[in-house]
């Protein structure tokens, strides 16, 4: 079954570090543009950051460059996204999320769970 | 940066009726388009893909239209199963952006 699971996810105080993984199964996780994908409470979808298939290319949303970075293992096929920095808008469910065809970004076909991530003091 | 706009936010509707979303670009983003349905609690599900290609598995009573800067997503004839909301998604660049939302309620 081809399938996403996020996790690490958590209650963080502004300021700190969260590191959210996702760990991919089903198919050749090697081949494909993978992204992350946030939700704040109550509100719409926010694309945060992707990378291509070895991870040498990257890219951001305005609102976290400087602060997130994301990196895949395609050993362990997995997807990371480290946050410094964190600020109460990072509130969010955090997706991961595939590009539907090999080597290209795309639309979206496969989805994680969501990892919820709360930044309060 | 690409901004998507959709419309309506909200939209009431019955059991049978028509439902038409539209989304606009901010620039022209060929038929890089995608749209998904998501219910409370839950992730998304990739409904259409480059702009009117239906993705396996969902009911042809969706279906997509539109090129360059215009888009819409029209449900023929809505089942108690689509009340949900509803995204549009540019992937015209290396990045991407998504539409606000439209949510269709039951009238």
């Known amino acids: 079954e081809v399938q996403l699971v996020e996790s690490g996810g958590g209650l963080v105080q502004p300021g700190g570090s969260l590191r959210l993984s996702c760990a991919a199964s089903?198919?050749?996780?090697?081949?494909?543009?993978m992204s992350w994908v946030r939700q704040a409470p109550g509100k719409g979808l926010e694309w945060v950051a992707n990378?291509?298939?070895?991870?040498?290319?990257?890219y951001y949303v305005d609102s976290v460059k400087g602060r997130f970075t994301v990196s895949r293992d395609n050993a362990k096929k997995s997807l990371y996204l480290q946050m410094n920095t964190l600020r109460a808008e990072d509130t969010a469910v955090y997706y991961c999320a595939r590009a539907r065809v090999a080597g290209t970004n795309g639309a979206f076909d496969i989805w994680g769970q969501g990892t919820m991530v709360i930044v309060s003091s | 940066d690409i901004q998507m706009t959709q419309s309506p936010s909200t939209l009431s509707a019955s059991v049978g009726d028509r439902v038409t979303i539209t989304c606009r670009a901010s620039?022209?983003?060929?038929?890089?388009l995608a749209w998904y349905q998501q219910k409370p609690g839950r992730a998304p599900k990739l409904l259409i893909y480059?702009?009117?290609s239906l993705e396996s598995g969902v009911p042809s009573r969706f279906s997509g239209s539109g090129s360059g800067t215009e888009f819409t997503l029209t449900i023929s004839s809505l089942q108690p199963d689509d009340f949900a909301t509803y995204y549009c998604h540019q992937y015209n660049t290396y990045s991407g952006t998504f539409g606000q939302g439209t949510k269709v309620e039951i009238k």
């Open positions: 089903g198919f050749i996780f090697s081949n494909f543009w």
């Open positions: 480059k702009a009117s």
């Open positions: 620039q022209s983003i060929n038929s890089w």
């Open positions: 990378t291509e298939q070895d991870g040498s290319e990257k």
